[in-house]
């Protein structure tokens, strides 16, 4: 039979398998799922997604005996003693039981209504007949009654087998370590052919095993029905956000396997254990903990090596004078994963990344994918999971003294993460990224300017000699956060702001006098810092009119409407104040900008004091608890850290507040009351104080600089500040909820089906054309062909004749369902370099 033929006769078998029903399990039918295939190609376009789904609904009873059928065989293959052998035992057919139960599975999980069904007959224990004689043989040599449970009498004796996706798990990994299938042919003196080897040298490993494109290749299909077995997870409703990401076709088959090997490695150290149901037992998913046993140097600087060889390659890439002319590794989300993932659970590991300058290297990756990505809405998870393993790092005190080493290769990062004019510090080059992350990304990364903040505060008492482009970048975050137009924004900015203030808190009270330029540019900020100290909701407002009014002057009179940001005089605009959009008084912030003059040195009221009225300043104190009542914003900054109401919590920043930076609800309305909820918590004391004990003892001489004169310098290193004392160094942590472990685990299933969902040499699209639910998958237009990715005319017409016969119904009586590998379909897949994104 020709392979023409062979597909005709499968796609026929088909259609029998969703009309005929209820067909015998000894039919000699059920051979042709692993006697006719030819390729995964086959199986996952002959066998459509409207084919599975019309035998699912109308005849589980054929679905359930053709599972049990491939099962059985694959079960009889690996146990089979000459497997692999082409007469015997044929390796094509153990395959072909694979692909059919990739092609399958992920079908039963999107149906809702066989979740009971599906819990019984996959994870029921089963009983197996004992002592029963041999019958007819069925399935090439295997026992029906055994195999498929038929026909059993009930006063037989049973003995209890394992659940069958257990069997089939353990089939499985065997399968992954078999000699002449997956492995090198074993000596003849070994006594299994299951050899639990390592693939390549690496950790536990100095010694790599032979191998070939054949074994890579059956690997690869293992893996990919293992990825699917669990992927159960995708079709679950996500109590998280839905998490954007785009990927782009690879082809190479060695990186599929290395692309498998770390997907299906990243979903076993991340599963949830269940709850135990009694007591006294405790469940561990032991992946996880031998990975936090990991100790050997030689182990982790291997895992180093290979995770900064693929994280550096797009940053090569974009560094090149032809950008793309190198090749690039499409898994780097799932390494950036696993690098976290490594620093949470291995003490030993964060101490060698971080006790040393590698860290260094892996903050400025992290850095270039964040910032790289910031705008991009299919990057956002990527972006979001970048700036989470930064706040990882920061909540160690040694990695925050270790910025403060000179950054010395700054000039050879690509243009986009590069600072112009840069001499600096890791500190310096992390909070101006920072800035530009928060100010930059319009908007799209408000849900974690808690965490961005959150670096900048576990690292702040360390950081020494901040520059003056880092301490101008802190001074215009606080200029903007301290805004009225976004503090009236929502009920949660205050928050943000009242972190700002902590870190520069912490840079004053534990690194004064390391810190001039800083320190200095805190003073010629003054003005903003005291009209904070008497904000009312009447300054506010005024305010914020006052700009608009502005605005529409300068566009009257031809300036440049596209620069203004629009606010609303209640605090709720049309367009939600963002740190990046908030308008300045006069234009952009910076250092001397706002410095004051000669006759303002006595602190006389700026005009939001003028503007704030008797009534609503009398009024306040009513607000303030009894016993601190009549008490100076001074004399309050004293009380104990533990003070009720003016404490500094050792707050977490996590995703179970994803509100942070955004409306709390439509049509918020900003009161007087409100504020004084959050105002007098600011903790503006050490600033303030600063202000007062430093501002009148600069040389007046200086007033123009910048903060580099060393007369200013040696002054302010020289001058005690009274009435500021250290306080406690909090570490503001990273901390899991249900509602993080949702959004973490879409976002590996969407890395995971977005990089599966294009189909090419080597991946199939298991998940296409499926009711996923953990994601909102989303077309994007296919890339046509171009000089790095060209695309000829024998491409074109073999994809076309793969669409066609994947879409072939010999009967007419099929639904138009769509293919795995199709030019269109459900998920949007369009063709061999087409590209879609989950959202």
């Given at each position: 039979?020709?392979a023409?033929?062979?597909?005709l ?7 029998r398998?969703s009309?005929?029903?209820g067909i015998?399990?000894?039919?000699p039918?059920w ?13 996952f ?7 599975v ?7 589980l009873?054929?679905l359930?005996?053709?599972?049990l ?7 009889y293959?690996?146990n089979?003693p000459?497997?692999p052998?082409?007469?015997?035992a044929?390796?094509?057919e153990a395959?072909n039981?694979i692909?059919?139960l990739?092609r399958?599975?992920?079908f ?13 007959f996959?994870?029921?224990?089963r009983?197996?007949?004992?002592n ?23 006063e ?9 996706a257990?069997?089939?798990?353990d089939t499985?990994i065997?399968?992954l ?5 997956t ?6 003196t070994?006594k299994s ?12 490993c100095?010694?790599p095993?032979g191998?070939?494109?054949?074994f890579?290749s059956n690997?690869?299909?293992?893996l990919r029905l ?8 995708i079709?679950l ?7 954007p990401y ?5 082809k190479d088959?060695k ?13 076993l150290v ?5 709850e135990?149901h009694s007591?006294?037992?405790s469940?561990?998913?032991y ?9 050997r140097?030689?182990?982790f600087?291997f895992l180093v090596d ?5 994280l550096h390659?797009?940053?090569q890439?974009?560094s ?23 620093l ?5 590991f ?5 006790d040393?300058d590698r ?7 992290v ?6 990505q910031k705008t991009?809405?299919s ?12 706040q ?14 000179k950054f010395?290769?700054?000039?050879s ?6 600072i112009?004019?840069f001499d600096?510090t890791y500190?310096?080059y992390v ?8 100010t ?9 300017y808690?965490a961005l903040?959150?670096i900048i505060?576990?690292t702040a008492a360390?950081?020494?000699n901040?520059g003056?482009?880092a ?7 606080f200029?903007?956060?301290?805004s009225?137009g976004?503090?009236?924004a929502n009920?949660?900015?205050h928050?943000?702001l009242?972190?700002l203030l902590?870190s520069m808190n912490a840079?004053i009270?534990h690194?004064y006098?390391?810190?001039?330029t800083?320190?200095?540019a805190?003073?010629?900020s003054?003005?903003?810092f ?7 909701l009447?300054s506010g407002?005024?305010e ?5 009014r502005?605005r529409?002057?300068?566009s ?5 409407e596209?620069s203004i940001r629009?606010?609303s ?7 939600t104040?963002t740190?990046?959009n908030v308008p300045e008084?006069i234009g952009a912030?910076a250092?001397?900008d706002d410095?004051?003059s ?5 602190h006389?009221?700026?005009?939001s004091q ?7 300043s009398?009024?306040a104190?009513d607000?303030?608890p ?7 914003e001074?004399a309050?900054g004293?009380m104990?850290?533990?003070a009720?109401t003016?404490?500094r919590?050792?707050?977490t920043?996590?995703?179970?507040s994803?509100?942070?930076?955004r409306p ?8 007087a009351?409100?504020?004084e909820t ?9 600033i303030?104080?600063?202000?007062q ?9 200086d007033?123009s600089?910048?903060g580099?004169?060393p007369s200013i310098?040696?002054t302010?290193?020289?001058t005690h500040?009274?009435?500021i ?13 249900p509602l993080?472990?949702g959004w973490?685990?879409?976002?590996l299933w969407g890395?995971?089906f977005?990089?599966?969902?294009v189909?090419?040499?080597?991946t199939?699209g298991v998940?296409n054309g499926?009711a996923v639910?953990?994601?909102r ?10 000089l790095?990715a060209?695309r000829?005319?024998?491409?074109a ?5 793969v669409?066609?016969?994947g879409?072939?119904?010999l009967?007419g009586?099929?639904?138009g369902?769509?293919?795995a ?5 459900q998920n949007?897949v369009?063709g061999?370099?087409?590209?879609g994104?989950?959202?």
């Amino acid at each position: 039979m020709g392979a023409s033929d062979s597909k005709l006769v499968f796609k026929q078998g088909i259609f029998r398998l969703s009309e005929e029903k209820g067909i015998s399990p000894n039919d000699p039918y059920w051979t042709s799922f692993w006697k006719l295939p030819e390729s995964a190609e086959d199986v996952f376009t002959l066998f459509s997604p409207t084919d599975v789904r019309r035998t699912r609904d109308t005849s589980l009873t054929n679905l359930e005996t053709l599972i049990l059928a491939v099962t059985a065989r694959l079960f009889y293959l690996r146990n089979h003693p000459s497997f692999p052998d082409l007469e015997t035992a044929p390796e094509k057919e153990a395959l072909n039981c694979i692909r059919v139960l990739t092609r399958i599975l992920p079908f039963i999980y999107e149906a809702d209504n066989l979740e009971t069904w599906e819990d019984d007959f996959f994870w029921k224990v089963r009983r197996k007949r004992m002592n029963s004689a041999r019958t007819e043989v069925i399935f090439d040599e295997a026992r029906p009654e055994e195999e498929l449970n038929l026909s059993r009498s009930p006063e037989e004796d049973f003995e209890e087998m394992k659940p069958l996706a257990e069997e089939l798990i353990d089939t499985l990994i065997d399968l992954l370590f078999f000699s002449e299938f997956t492995l090198p042919k074993a000596p003849q003196t070994a006594k299994s052919k299951v050899t639990f080897a390592i693939w390549q040298s690496g950790v536990g490993c100095n010694t790599p095993i032979g191998t070939s494109k054949e074994f890579e290749s059956n690997r690869c299909e293992i893996l990919r029905l293992l990825l699917t077995l669990t992927s159960k997870a995708i079709y679950l409703p996500a109590t998280s956000w839905r998490v954007p990401y785009d990927h782009v076709v690879f082809k190479d088959p060695k990186q599929i396997l290395v692309s498998y090997s770390l997907q299906l490695l990243l979903i076993l150290v991340l599963y949830p254990v269940p709850e135990p149901h009694s007591s006294h037992l405790s469940p561990k998913n032991y992946y996880r903990h031998f990975l936090g046993r990991l100790h050997r140097p030689q182990d982790f600087q291997f895992l180093v090596d290979g995770m900064t060889r693929i994280l550096h390659q797009p940053v090569q890439a974009n560094s090149s004078y032809l950008p793309g002319s190198q090749k690039s590794i499409k898994w780097a989300p799932e390494m950036i994963m696993l690098f976290w993932e490594a620093l949470q659970c291995n003490k030993r590991f964060r101490s060698f990344i971080i006790d040393t300058d590698r860290a260094h290297d892996f903050v400025v990756l992290v850095l270039f994918y964040a910032l790289e990505q910031k705008t991009d809405l299919s990057k956002q998870g990527v972006v979001r999971m970048c700036v989470f393993v930064l706040q990882t790092l920061s909540a160690e005190p040694n990695f925050g003294k270790g910025l403060n080493k000179k950054f010395e290769g700054q000039d050879s990062l690509p243009a986009s993460v590069r600072i112009p004019n840069f001499d600096g510090t890791y500190a310096d080059y992390v909070i101006i990224s920072i800035y530009n992350l928060i100010t930059g990304s319009k908007g799209k990364l408000e849900a974690i300017y808690p965490a961005l903040l959150a670096i900048i505060n576990n690292t702040a008492a360390y950081l020494e000699n901040l520059g003056v482009n880092a301490s101008s970048k802190l001074l215009q975050l606080f200029s903007s956060m301290s805004s009225p137009g976004f503090l009236l924004a929502n009920d949660k900015n205050h928050a943000l702001l009242h972190s700002l203030l902590e870190s520069m808190n912490a840079i004053i009270e534990h690194q004064y006098s390391k810190n001039p330029t800083f320190v200095y540019a805190v003073l010629r900020s003054r003005k903003k810092f005291m009209a904070l100290r008497s904000f009312t909701l009447e300054s506010g407002q005024e305010e914020i009119e006052k700009q608009r009014r502005l605005r529409k002057e300068r566009s009257n009179d031809g300036g440049n409407e596209s620069s203004i940001r629009a606010d609303s005089t209640d605090g709720a605009s049309q367009r939600t104040p963002t740190p990046g959009n908030v308008p300045e008084e006069i234009g952009a912030f910076a250092i001397g900008d706002d410095d004051d003059s000669e006759d303002e040195q006595d602190h006389g009221p700026t005009p939001s004091q003028s503007s704030r009225t008797p009534s609503i300043s009398s009024s306040a104190d009513d607000t303030v608890p009894l016993q601190l009542r009549g008490m100076s914003e001074k004399a309050r900054g004293k009380m104990p850290a533990g003070a009720p109401t003016f404490s500094r919590q050792n707050s977490t920043t996590s995703l179970s507040s994803p509100t942070a930076g955004r409306p709390s609800a439509v049509g918020f309305a900003p009161s007087a009351q409100w504020i004084e909820t959050w105002l007098p918590e600011l903790p503006l004391h050490t600033i303030l104080t600063l202000i007062q004990e430093l501002g009148p003892r600069l040389p007046r001489s200086d007033t123009s600089s910048d903060g580099r004169s060393p007369s200013i310098i040696q002054t302010i290193r020289s001058t005690h500040i009274r009435g500021i004392e250290p306080s406690p160094i909090r570490v503001h942590l990273f901390e899991w909820s249900p509602l993080s472990l949702g959004w973490y685990e879409s976002l590996l299933w969407g890395f995971i089906f977005a990089s599966e969902m294009v189909v090419s040499r080597g991946t199939v699209g298991v998940w296409n054309g499926t009711a996923v639910k953990l994601f909102r998958v989303q077309e994007t237009a296919a890339e046509g062909p171009s000089l790095l990715a060209p695309r000829g005319a024998v491409d074109a017409v073999g994809s076309n004749l793969v669409q066609r016969i994947g879409n072939l119904n010999l009967t007419g009586s099929g639904q138009g369902g769509h293919t795995a590998g199709g030019g269109g379909g459900q998920n949007g897949v369009g063709g061999e370099t087409g590209t879609g994104h989950v959202v």
